[in-house]
């Protein structure tokens, strides 16, 4: 069955610390792969998107992500993590067969930042 | 720019009246709006698109004629939660889509309280 899997529930890392945040995806054909962040009150806010081409993605707020079509991953990456990353972090996916497809939604890492 | 907005944020009521949520988008129109349902701990789930002037799609589970969903311009979108009940307690977020497929804004959401 079609899946997308964020491994990793809670993370909690030291400010200033790097941070990669896990996702994996089962779909027969390469998605379209997203990463969101939502803030407690705010609604998701787009990272960065994968669709093709080169896999090493650049988003916004110094993230960046990593397509290995080897390992059906889309890891999310920031080299340096500061107090106000602190969220909940959602991997997302479209099938790319054809068609319009709805995005479906992992089920979310929370991310804690300690001083 | 790509603001969506919902009102209300938060609402209390009692069981068996019904709640009327509005999603805006402030800065752009939106052909198609997508309306989820978050669960404590839990991803966001689809529950239906609303597409401008025409029926809305909804997810398989998801009653029809409780969660009444009417797309009546390009900038606004409403879900009407009919004879709500306590089980239907839950945030609602609701999304537009921009230029560019698959690119969802997220309203902040609204957190239904039934009593």
């Known amino acids: 069955a079609q899946s997308v899997t964020q491994p990793d529930i809670h993370i909690t890392v030291s400010e200033g610390a790097s941070l990669e945040l896990r996702c994996n995806y089962s779909?027969?054909?390469?998605?379209?792969l997203f990463w969101y962040v939502q803030s407690p009150g705010q609604g998701l806010q787009l990272l960065l998107k994968?669709?093709?081409?080169?896999?090493l993605v650049q988003g916004i707020k110094g993230f960046e992500a990593e397509f290995k079509r080897s390992q059906s991953s889309f890891n999310l990456r920031k080299p340096s993590v500061h107090w106000s990353d602190a969220a909940e972090y959602f991997c997302?996916?479209?099938?790319?067969?054809?068609?319009?497809?709805?995005?479906?939604f992992g089920t979310g890492t929370k991310l804690q930042v300690i001083p | 720019g790509a603001v969506v907005s919902q009102h209300p944020s938060w609402v209390i009521c009692k069981s068996g009246t019904s709640v009327k949520i509005e999603c805006r988008s402030l800065?752009?129109?939106?052909?198609?709006m997508f309306w989820y349902r978050q669960f404590p701990k839990q991803s966001l789930m689809l529950m239906a698109t609303?597409?401008?002037?025409?029926?809305?799609?909804?997810e398989q589970g998801v009653e029809k004629d409780k969660f009444l969903i009417n797309h009546a311009s390009l900038t606004l979108s409403t879900l009407t939660v009919t004879s709500a009940h306590p089980e239907d307690s839950s945030f609602y977020i609701c999304?537009?889509?921009?230029?560019?497929?698959?690119?969802?804004?997220f309203g902040p959401g609204t957190r239904l309280t039934v009593t």
């Open positions: 999304s537009a889509e921009g230029e560019k497929a698959y690119e969802q804004y």
């Open positions: 779909y027969g054909a390469t998605p379209y």
């Open positions: 994968y669709f093709s081409g080169d896999t």
């Open positions: 997302a996916v479209v099938p790319n067969s054809g068609g319009y497809q709805k995005v479906t």
């Open positions: 800065d752009f129109q939106a052909t198609t």
């Open positions: 609303s597409n401008e002037g025409s029926k809305a799609t909804y």
